[in-house]
């Protein structure tokens, strides 16, 4: 099942102009706040989407919550993240994340010193990760991260193919939709609300071969732990925690 959001709303009239601009953009119809109804809403602290079913707005935050709490206490460059994508002691790779979606593992990569740049296709996420690192780059603490965070909004086989030879990345992260759980409980609302906007897969090969050519080190692909291999292409090597698998493919 996929949804989608044709409105912005805004909960404050000096929002009016800046809504404007996000709805010409996006190409979505202004609209009153509708509780009963998807909206992408704007208030004066964020952008965010709301889904009825969801039970709550979704958003991206990275001077807060979960983006902080794995900056203080996620390992740094021990961890098997930062180790997928050849983070040593020496070494900022330039990584190129593919499927950004709410950007979590590129501001992992981007605090820990890399050049990352975020690929995000679909609008209204891509719209949530701009105003999350606008947001981002006034906090004192998170400013000089996001400041090594470029954010791309396009498709990625789109992308990969224009670079020229200086703009080849060392490192392609992938983090592929992987197919919803029966039980919804068990997925976290951030995470329906990205099956549901976005859908199922359908370029994994295409967009992992070409990444394999685009990519001057390797491709990363992250994968629920026991999943099969992306794209039926077994990896060089892999790199695993409690839950998630890193294959990698040199």
């Known amino acids: 099942m996929t949804i989608q959001i044709k409105t912005l709303a805004i909960t404050d009239d000096a929002l009016r102009d800046e809504a404007a601009r996000l709805a010409k953009l996006y190409q979505l119809q202004l609209s009153a706040l509708d509780a009963g ?18 039970g709550g707005p979704v958003f991206i935050d990275f001077t807060a919550g979960k983006n902080q709490h ?20 020496a070494a900022n790779p330039r990584i190129i994340d593919a499927t950004a ?16 740049t975020l690929i995000e296709q679909h609008p209204l996420v891509a ?4 105003d ?15 400041s090594r965070m470029q954010l791309h909004h396009g498709n990625a086989m789109d992308y990969l193919a224009s670079l020229s030879e200086a703009e080849r990345p060392d490192v392609i992260y992938l983090d592929p939709m992987y197919p ?23 370029n994994s090969m295409d967009l992992l071969n070409l990444s394999r050519d685009v990519a001057l080190k390797r491709v990363t692909v992250k994968r629920p732990k ?20 890193y294959d990698i493919y040199t």
Do not use: W
Request: proline share 3%; aromatic share 6%.
């Open 37 to 54: 109804k998807a909206q992408l809403v704007l208030s004066l602290s964020r952008l965010e989407i709301r889904v009825p079913q969801l």
């Open 70 to 89: 794995r900056l203080q206490f996620g390992g740094g460059r021990g961890q098997p993240l930062a180790k997928s994508v050849g983070l040593k002691k």
């Open 101 to 116: 979606g709410f950007g979590r593992d590129a501001f992992v990569f981007a605090s820990l010193g890399c050049q990352v």
């Open 127 to 130: 719209a949530l990760l701009a």
């Open 132 to 146: 999350a690192l606008l947001r981002a780059s006034h906090d004192l603490q998170t400013a000089d991260i996001v």
């Open 180 to 202: 919803a759980r029966e039980k919804s409980a068990l997925v976290k609302k951030e995470m329906q609300l990205l099956h549901q906007l976005v859908g199922p897969d359908s």
């Open 226 to 245: 026991g999943a099969e291999y992306f794209a039926n292409q077994k990896p060089h090597v892999s790199i695993e925690s409690k839950n998630t698998r």
